[in-house]
């Protein structure tokens, strides 16, 4: 099981990872596709973003 910090982290970094994600979605809706698609796309891109970042730093040992 995770300890306190370590849940904290991981939600703010998925938190950060939606955001970011997010808010690339919507700007790519307002330029060259559906709204709703876009900002859909970009949560999806965002969380698998943040699970990659985890595990490549899991690897390196950090």
């Known amino acids: ?3 306190g910090g ?10 950060r990872g ?7 979605g919507v ?3 307002l330029f060259f596709m ?14 698998f973003a943040v ?3 985890r595990t490549i730093d899991r690897r390196r040992g950090e």
């Open 27 to 29: 700007l790519g809706g």
């Open 34 to 47: 559906d709204m709703r698609r876009g900002l859909a796309l970009g949560l999806i891109g965002g969380f």
């Open 6 to 15: 370590k849940r904290q982290a991981l939600w703010a970094e998925i938190k």
């Open 18 to 24: 939606l955001l970011i994600g997010g808010a690339v």
């Open 1 to 3: 099981m995770m300890a």
């Open 51 to 53: 699970l990659t970042r």
